[in-house]
């Protein structure tokens, strides 16, 4: 009899708090949400706010946006100066745009490249494919920054790549690789691998093979019943791929500062010389807002898709 | 099944591995190098262990290093108690207010834009110290609840995920049983969920100890982190103590992973015998 007795005395302190609007659940999930809105949230209120102020010389380096004036009435200054400062230079769209198309095609190479991989690994013997698993997680958890910097020893003039070849007699004088445009898609493509394979593999797991037999049984050839059936059914794993190597590699900094050379124009880029070596917050702070509108269209579309999947799941 | 696997997947398959892999094993072929120009192999002086013995007596990467480690744990720490309630609420209560925000806060960190993050967050702090004082400057606290933000969004994950493969039936059996909840949860769901915890803490600290963007956004004049002193050495040109520090790393990160996924194995093992024994 003591069990009830003990529900007893939770169920009343459950009902002492459910008094003051509080309930079990509400605790559990409170601090994480709290924690949210103040630190993810409320941030890009801020950002928003700044990136309607003037610049100014002081520190920090932005005018108020709400002043009261001498007649007691607040006064709000708005101004989407930073904003049209954005459109009428053309640094600013050109590094949108070319943000956009490195994204893409990054996106595009990882799934080129890692589409079969995912595949490979799904269709491997157990235990060959948990040690594969392990493979691709290892440099994804080893520093990013560390794994780009290896591609500029490697790219150099007098990089190992170089070194090989011309040793071997297949070129003559070393190729110009860093600082270009193929070294920040090598790079690029080379740290978002692991995000393309994990969700593609998760999704092909998953998959009836005996679909696969079926159609072939049935007359269908092997590419053909990959696409009718193998393609479209991983369509989710193929989105959530995408998204988590498309959206990150719009904003990217790293990589293009490292690899890209001076003439790599990125906005995440730009966005860091705004703040850190023009110090112009207000500007910086457009441009995030920009890519924010930009990027949240593709934030739902990877979250409905994230849902879709969790809900097919048994 | 083995046979499935085309000659043209294996080919992408060995392909796609040495893409991965050789640019990590330069680094640690080149961190033996004599030689001071990283590239160019040495062959009368290497291999060599001087680029290890200089990287242990400069002062500052090992002072960066330590910052790290610290911002790294207590972000962890805080990460993991954030991340386990959020994963815990999302995968067992099919319905509340904010669920679907909450959600979308915690999935939306995932892919954000770094620079986006770092920026907004120092705004929020510049803001706040203006506002309220605190707090007060920039440094190790900021960068730990700036990393304890985005590293929070990859433990639910991990959490969320292994609750929903779990039965929910051992919980609500014990519940039945007169169980009062928190104590099922510290009883039965915490032991269950111990390794996508420690999983979880681990991920939380490794990406601290890696962030390069955001903690550059918040940290303040006297707390540069590892990567930080990393990024300003690789952009003046390549050093040999990186080599060597990157060799360290992966010799640690693997050791680790090898480590928790045998012991997971195991434990799997044990957990999925136990019902027939």
């Given at each position: ?60 380096p932005y005018k108020p946006l709400l002043q009261w004036a001498a007649n007691h009435t607040l006064d709000v200054r708005l101004n989407f100066n930073n904003y049209a400062f954005l459109f009428t230079d053309a640094l600013y769209v050109d ?11 990054s996106t595009g190479l990882c799934l080129l490249l890692g589409y079969p991989m995912a595949y490979g690994i799904a269709r491997s013997a157990p235990r060959t494919r948990n040690l594969l698993l392990l493979l691709v997680m290892l440099p ?99 989105l959530a791929g995408s998204m988590l190597v498309f959206i990150p590699a719009v904003g990217e900094y790293v990589i293009p500062a490292l690899l890209g050379g001076p003439n790599a124009l990125m906005i995440g880029r730009v966005l860091w ?42 | ?277």
């Amino acid at each position: 009899m003591r069990a009830p007795a003990r529900e007893g005395s939770a169920t009343g302190l459950g009902k002492r708090l459910a008094r003051v609007g509080v309930s079990g659940r509400g605790l559990v999930v409170a601090l994480p949400y709290l924690w949210l809105v103040l630190f993810f949230v409320a941030p890009f209120v801020i950002v928003l706010k700044i990136s309607f102020s003037d610049v100014d010389l002081a520190i920090p380096p932005y005018k108020p946006l709400l002043q009261w004036a001498a007649n007691h009435t607040l006064d709000v200054r708005l101004n989407f100066n930073n904003y049209a400062f954005l459109f009428t230079d053309a640094l600013y769209v050109d590094a949108l745009l070319n943000s956009l198309k490195v994204a893409l095609v990054s996106t595009g190479l990882c799934l080129l490249l890692g589409y079969p991989m995912a595949y490979g690994i799904a269709r491997s013997a157990p235990r060959t494919r948990n040690l594969l698993l392990l493979l691709v997680m290892l440099p994804f958890w080893t520093s990013l920054l560390l794994r780009v910097y290896a591609w500029i020893g490697l790219l150099k003039a007098n990089g190992v790549i170089n070194n090989v070849l011309m040793s071997l007699g297949v070129i003559h004088e070393p190729l110009a690789m860093l600082y270009t445009p193929f070294a920040m898609y090598v790079g690029i493509v080379y740290s978002y691998l692991p995000f393309m394979i994990l969700p593609l593999y998760a999704n092909l797991e998953k998959m009836d093979w005996q679909l696969l037999e079926a159609a072939e049984d049935l007359g269908c050839r092997p590419w053909q019943a990959f696409y009718k059936i193998t393609l479209p059914l991983s369509r989710n794993g193929i989105l959530a791929g995408s998204m988590l190597v498309f959206i990150p590699a719009v904003g990217e900094y790293v990589i293009p500062a490292l690899l890209g050379g001076p003439n790599a124009l990125m906005i995440g880029r730009v966005l860091w010389d705004e703040f850190f070596a023009n110090r112009a917050w207000p500007t910086a702070s457009a441009v995030a807002i920009l890519l924010l509108v930009l990027l949240v269209p593709f934030m739902m579309w990877y979250q409905n898709v994230q849902a879709r999947e969790s809900a097919s799941e048994p | 099944m083995n046979a499935r696997r085309s000659f043209f997947v294996l080919t992408a398959l060995a392909f796609g591995f040495a893409f991965l892999y050789l640019p990590i094993l330069s680094m640690v072929v080149f961190s033996f190098n004599a030689s001071k120009l990283v590239t160019v192999w040495d062959a009368a002086n290497s291999p060599t262990l001087k680029w290890y013995r200089a990287l242990l007596d400069n002062e500052e990467i090992l002072g960066a290093a330590w910052i790290s480690l610290k911002v790294g744990v207590i972000n962890a720490c805080g990460a993991v108690i954030l991340g386990t309630l959020a994963g815990f609420g999302l995968a067992r209560f099919r319905r509340f207010r904010g669920r679907f925000t909450l959600s979308a806060m915690t999935t939306a960190p995932l892919v954000m834009p770094e620079v986006i993050t770092g920026l907004s967050l120092l705004l929020l702090f510049v803001a706040l110290e203006q506002a309220i004082g605190w707090p007060a400057g920039r440094g190790v606290t900021t960068m730990t609840i700036a990393h304890m933000t985005f590293s929070m969004a990859y433990v639910t994950v991990v959490v969320q995920s292994r609750l929903s493969s779990f039965d929910i039936s051992l919980e609500e059996a014990a519940m039945d049983l007169g169980a009062p909840p928190v104590k099922v949860f510290f009883v039965i769901t915490l032991p269950i969920i111990f390794p996508a915890i420690l999983a979880g803490w681990l991920l939380a600290f490794t990406l601290s100890w890696d962030d390069l963007v955001i903690s550059s956004f918040t940290s303040g004049p006297a707390s540069s982190t590892l990567p930080m002193v990393v990024f300003s050495k690789v952009r003046l040109g390549v050093s040999p103590e990186i080599n060597v520090l990157a060799t360290l790393t992966i010799t640690v990160v693997t050791t680790m992973i090898v480590g928790a996924s045998l012991w997971m194995a195991r434990l799997e093992k044990a957990a999925s015998g136990a019902p027939e024994t």
